[in-house]
């Protein structure tokens, strides 16, 4: 086993795509794994690594401390938390009143509320226990890759765009705050990944050009795993580029 050996993760969105990666990679490498998700499948990835499933919303706050003091309860404390959870749809100043106010809730509640719930929830948990990962998934929307410059907006994704954006302020004011804890608090902004939600976002026949730039779930997780290595002295604060066409590696931290 490696040094996540006996460490107790918690992945949230973990029924498909990266989050199974995820669970499925620190499970190799001898964690613990807590996995959630709305979908029932998630019992399954559960079963497959011997972890543990929760069902419900990342946005409800009755279903966080569920996940949350349950996985205490059962394995003594979290020592790694990634906020996985979120989805995309198509949103702009077009929409009608009435889909704009039902698309903010469901997208800040997927996308930022969630990451915002389980990070409260497991921060006290890892001041306790002396340290401690959170590691929030962004998108590249927020950190563009080499020689692109979209920073000015994509149109049709306000909500995406908007709830990714504020995981920076969840991010980098946490990982100023709990420094002194040792409790380290990161983005991974990811590029196209090969997952059900990008397939769907694209529908049946994306063009096979770009499916060929397409980053793997297995090695996204790779590189977490690797983030999670560098320890309590390693980066924090950080927004991890990771980029469809470009090598999938960790790159070197961010000078702060």
């Not at 490696?2 to 499970?27: K, S, Y």
């Not at 889909?99 to 006290?124: E, I, Q």
């Not at 397939?199 to 060929?212: F, S």
């Not at 790779?222 to 470009?246: C, D, F, H, K």
């Amino acid at each position: 086993m490696g040094q996540l050996a006996e460490r107790v993760a918690i992945v949230t969105g973990a029924a498909q795509g990266i989050g199974r990666a995820f669970a499925q990679r620190l499970a190799a490498e001898g964690c613990t794994v807590v996995v959630t998700d709305r979908q029932k499948s998630v019992a399954a990835v559960a079963d497959a690594i011997g972890g543990t499933a929760h069902v419900g919303d990342v946005g409800d706050p009755e279903h966080v401390r569920v996940v949350v003091d349950a996985t205490c309860a059962e394995h003594g404390g979290v020592d790694i938390c990634v906020n996985n959870a979120g989805e995309v749809i198509a949103s702009g100043p077009e929409d009608t009143w009435a889909t704009a106010v039902a698309d903010f809730d469901r997208m800040v509640g997927s996308n930022t509320k969630g990451a915002f719930l389980f990070g409260r929830a497991v921060a006290p948990i890892m001041i306790e226990r002396g340290g401690g990962e959170i590691v929030n998934v962004s998108t590249d929307h927020v950190k563009p890759g080499p020689g692109c410059h979209l920073h000015h907006g994509h149109g049709a994704m306000d909500l995406y765009n908007a709830s990714k954006w504020a995981l920076n302020g969840l991010t980098f004011d946490w990982a100023r705050s709990l420094a002194r804890h040792h409790v380290r608090v990161n983005n991974l902004c990811m590029g196209a990944t090969d997952t059900e939600m990008l397939r769907g976002w694209l529908g049946d026949d994306p063009p096979a050009d770009y499916v060929a730039t397409w980053m793997q779930p297995e090695q996204v997780a790779q590189v977490l795993v690797e983030l999670l290595e560098e320890g309590p002295n390693g980066r924090s604060g950080n927004n991890i580029g990771l980029y469809a066409g470009e090598p999938c590696v960790l790159p070197p931290p961010e000078e702060l």
